[in-house]
């Protein structure tokens, strides 16, 4: 795995600043006046989306470069990406359902972030079952990276959306009001800034080791294909 004398360092830098991130929610930022404690789930919720989104990007870029290369790493980057970014949406969404109950008395309301985020967790976890397709429907590995490129530059198109969705439609989420900087004192936002780069380490180590296994897969398969040809 190319990536193995990096990867042991970042995951302990992660950890740490994972740590630190936990110190920075429940010892230093306040107590939010009108939720209380629940507030400190945007702590989490926030990196999560964000991250998430970040990794729907990569999707997109590695996605153009395969389509462009051909490359074989670009696809692995991409379905790499994807798998994470499917991930922490759906945490986004779980843990913006607890926040939700607290704040709002439910677990879901169609509210237009709400809403998008829902059919882009929809959009890349079709992406993933077609990536996981190529055993059947007699979908070749070519065939089928190239069909999820082109996906995965289409899926793109509702990541913006999903960001500006709470301006365009006058949502009720309280990132508008983050946006703004209302509601949120100096140590909040240094609470928010810290779990950022925390999950973002976090992110990168995932991402790496997810990307290495990918490649060795491919070596793996390419190993068999040799030796039964």
């Known amino acids: 795995m190319p990536n193995k004398r990096i990867l042991a360092p970042l995951a302990l830098a992660a950890l740490a600043a994972l740590a630190v991130g936990q110190w920075f929610i429940w010892a230093y930022a306040p ?65 913006g359902s607890i926040w939700g109950r607290a704040a709002w008395n439910v677990w879901w309301t169609w509210d237009p972030r709400l809403t998008t985020t829902l059919i882009m967790w929809f959009v890349y976890a079709g992406y993933l079952v077609l990536r996981g397709s190529s055993a059947g429907g007699g979908m070749g590995g070519e065939r089928r990276a190239m069909v999820c490129a082109v996906l995965g530059v289409v899926a793109f198109l509702d990541v913006p959306l999903v960001f ?66």
């Open 31 to 95: 107590i939010e006046e009108t939720m209380g404690l629940v507030q400190k789930i945007f702590y989490i919720h926030m990196p999560l989306a964000w991250w998430a989104l970040v990794s729907f990007f990569v999707v997109f870029v590695a996605s153009i470069r395969h389509l462009m290369t051909r490359s074989a790493a670009s696809d692995i980057l991409a379905g790499a990406a994807a798998e994470l970014g499917v991930l922490l949406s759906g945490l986004a969404l779980v843990s």
């Open 164 to 229: 500006y969705s709470a301006r365009i439609w006058r949502s009720v989420h309280p990132a508008v009001l983050a946006s703004q900087g209302g509601g949120l004192e100096p140590e909040m936002w240094h609470t928010v800034l810290v779990n950022l780069l925390a999950f973002g380490l976090l992110w990168l180590t995932l991402l790496l080791l997810r990307f290495g296994l990918g490649r060795a897969e491919e070596r793996a398969q390419a190993m068999l294909q040799g030796r039964e040809g």
